[in-house]
C-alpha cells in the first residue's frame, strides 16, 4: 500500500504546530544508561534523518540521558527548519519559588542552546505536595517572559487537570499513557479536553514495541532487554496478562490485514483518532531502527465502525489499569521499569513532619507553618493513640491565596490532597480515614463535591456529613475536615 510523503500535522496554537506523529526520545536514556552517551553530532544526524521524512516534533525530558543535548546540536546545525521541541521539567517535589521554577528553565534553554521552548511539559510525582501548583503560575509567568512558548503538564488525571486549569493555568497539552492496553484516558480525562481546550500528548501507543506484528503469536518473554519494554510488560501484566494481551494483538492483526497495515499503525490510529488526542509520541531507538516508512502508513487508511467493534470486543478480555492516569508514578502498583521509583527519586519527600506533643503524652501534632494556627491556637493534625484528627482545610494555596475560587470540586480535590499530606506525616493514608466532614456554601456544589471527594474514598467510603452553611471564612466555597484510625 502506498503512503503519504509526510505526516499529518496540526497547529496546536498561535505559538507551535506538530507532526501528529511526534518522535520519543526516552529511549536515550535505555542506550545511555551503562554510562556511554550518544555523540552529539551522530545523533543530530539521527533527528534530522527524521526530520526529513516529516517527523521534526520531537519530545524529549530532563532525564532522558543526552536527549536535550543532542536535540541542540541538531538545531544549531540549522539542516532543519521547523523542528518543534517538547521537552520536561520533571523535579523532586519541594518549594517551587521563582528561583527554583526559574533555574529549571534555564537548564533546559542551556541544554537545547535556544533562547525559548516550544513546549515546557510539567510533572509532578506526588500531588499531597502542593507546590506544583505554585510552579504552574511560576512557569506561567515566564510564559509571558518569553523563556516558553507554550506550557504543557504530563501525567495528570482529570482531578488535577480540572484544578490547574480552574485556577487560571494556561495549559496547552497533557502527556498521558494511551493505548490499546492503557484506556484510562478515554474517560473523564477525554471528556475534560473537550471543555477545557487541553489537548492530549499519548506516550506508550505502541506498549514499548510489544504491539507490532513481531510479537504476533510469540510466547510470553520472560528476559526482557530494555526498560521500555520492562515498563510496558507491567502494563500487560496488570490487565490480564499475556493471554489476555494476545487476544488484543490478534485483534489488531485482523483489522491490519484487511487495510494492508502493520499491527503498529492500527494501534497508533485507534489512539489518533480519539478527539482529545493532538498526538501520539512513537519512540525512536536513535542508530538501531527507523520506522519512518511505516508510521507514514499511519496515515493511508481509516478505522470503521467493524473495526472499531471487533477491537473493542477484544478489550473485553482484559481488565482495567490500576488507578487514575498518572498513577502508575504516585501509588503502588508502580508501572514502571523498575516496579518502584527508585530509578526517579531516591524518596518520596513528606510535605510535612509530625513531631511529639508537648501537652498530650505519647501524642504528635502536624504544624504547617500558617500564621493561624498561633493567632487560633490549633494544629493541623493532631495524633492521640492511634486515632488521627485533621483541622478543618481550605483550598489555600501559599499564605492565603484561594485556588480555584470558582470550583467547588477543584477545590475539593486540592484540599483531600491537604489531608492526605497530613496523614502521611503520622503514616496514614486515605484508607485509613473513617470520617469526613464537609461544609459547602452553595448546594449547586453538592455533585461536584461529591464526585471530588468520592474519587478519594469511593472504595474506602468512610462515614461522610455534608453542610451547607451560610458562609465559609476567606470566601472558600468548600471546607473538610476528617478523622483516621491507623490499624493496629
Known amino acids: 500500500m502506498s503512503h503519504p510523503a509526510r505526516p499529518d500535522r496540526l497547529r496546536l496554537s498561535n505559538q507551535i504546530e506538530i507532526s501528529r506523529v511526534l518522535t520519543g526520545l526516552w529511549q536515550v536514556a535505555d542506550i545511555e544508561k551503562d554510562g556511554k552517551t550518544i555523540d552529539p553530532d551522530t545523533g543530530a544526524g539521527w533527528l534530522e534523518t527524521y526530520a526529513g521524512r516529516g517527523f521534526d516534533t520531537f519530545d524529549m525530558a530532563d532525564h532522558y540521558g543526552s536527549a536535550e543535548i543532542i536535540a541542540g546540536r541538531m538545531l544549531a546545525r540549522k539542516k532543519v527548519a521547523d523542528a518543534t521541541i517538547c521537552t520536561k521539567w520533571c523535579p523532586s517535589p519541594g518549594p517551587m519559588t521563582e528561583d527554583v521554577v526559574r533555574a529549571g528553565v534555564e537548564e533546559r534553554l542551556q541544554r537545547l542552546g535556544v533562547d525559548r521552548v516550544d513546549l515546557l ?35 495528570f488525571d482529570a482531578a488535577h487537570l480540572q ?27 477525554s471528556r475534560l479536553c473537550s ?13 514499548g514495541g510489544f504491539l507490532s506484528d513481531r510479537w504476533l503469536g510469540r510466547s510470553e518473554p520472560h528476559d526482557i532487554p530494555d526498560w521500555s519494554k520492562m515498563k510496558y510488560k507491567r502494563f500487560i501484566d496488570a490487565t490480564g496478562g499475556w493471554e489476555a494481551f494476545r ?22 490510529r485507534w489512539v489518533l483518532d480519539h478527539p482529545a488526542v493532538a498526538g501520539v509520541i512513537v519512540g525512536a531507538r536513535l542508530g538501531e531502527r527507523v520506522h519512518s516508512d511505516d508510521n507514514l502508513r499511519l496515515f493511508s487508511f481509516a478505522l470503521d465502525a ?41 524518596a518520596m519527600p513528606l510535605l510535612h513532619v509530625a513531631t511529639a506533643s508537648e501537652h498530650r503524652e505519647g501524642g504528635q501534632e502536624v504544624l504547617s507553618g500558617s500564621k493561624w494556627e498561633d493567632i487560633a491556637g490549633y494544629a493541623r493534625a493532631q495524633r492521640i493513640g492511634e486515632r ?67 474519587r478519594v474514598f469511593g472504595d474506602i467510603k468512610p462515614a461522610n456529613t455534608l453542610i451547607v452553611v451560610a458562609g465559609l471564612i476567606g470566601g472558600y466555597k468548600v471546607e473538610i475536615e476528617a478523622e483516621a484510625v491507623l490499624a493496629a
Open 121 to 155: 511539559q510539567f510533572h509532578w510525582w506526588s500531588f499531597q505536595h502542593p507546590a506544583w501548583l505554585d510552579a504552574l503560575h511560576e512557569l506561567a509567568r515566564l510564559r509571558q517572559e518569553g523563556l516558553i512558548a507554550e506550557i504543557g503538564v504530563t501525567n
Open 163 to 189: 484544578v490547574a486549569v480552574s485556577d487560571g493555568i494556561p495549559l496547552l497539552t497533557n502527556q498521558v499513557s494511551f493505548s490499546l492496553v492503557d484506556r484510562r484516558a478515554a474517560g473523564e480525562l
Open 195 to 207: 471543555t477545557s481546550g487541553v489537548r492530549l500528548l499519548a506516550y506508550g501507543t505502541l506498549c
Open 247 to 268: 487476544g488484543i494483538l490478534q485483534a489488531a492483526d485482523t483489522v491490519a490485514q484487511k487495510h494492508g497495515v502493520s499491527i503498529a499503525n492500527v494501534a497508533t
Open 306 to 346: 467493524e473495526d472499531q467493534d471487533r477491537l473493542t470486543a477484544a478489550f473485553a478480555g482484559t481488565t482495567k489499569v490500576p488507578g487514575d492516569c498518572g498513577d502508575e508514578y504516585r501509588q503502588p502498583p508502580f508501572l514502571t521499569a523498575s516496579g518502584d521509583l527508585s530509578h526517579h527519586l531516591d
Open 388 to 454: 488521627i484528627l485533621v483541622s478543618g482545610t481550605t483550598a489555600t494555596a501559599g499564605a492565603d491565596r484561594s485556588v480555584a475560587p470558582e470550583d467547588a470540586g477543584a477545590q475539593t480535590t486540592f484540599v483531600l490532597d491537604k489531608i492526605l499530606a497530613a496523614l502521611a506525616a503520622f503514616g496514614g493514608s486515605a484508607k485509613d480515614v473513617v470520617r469526613t466532614r464537609i461544609y459547602i456554601v452553595d448546594e449547586a456544589d453538592v455533585e461536584a463535591v461529591s464526585r471530588a471527594h468520592g
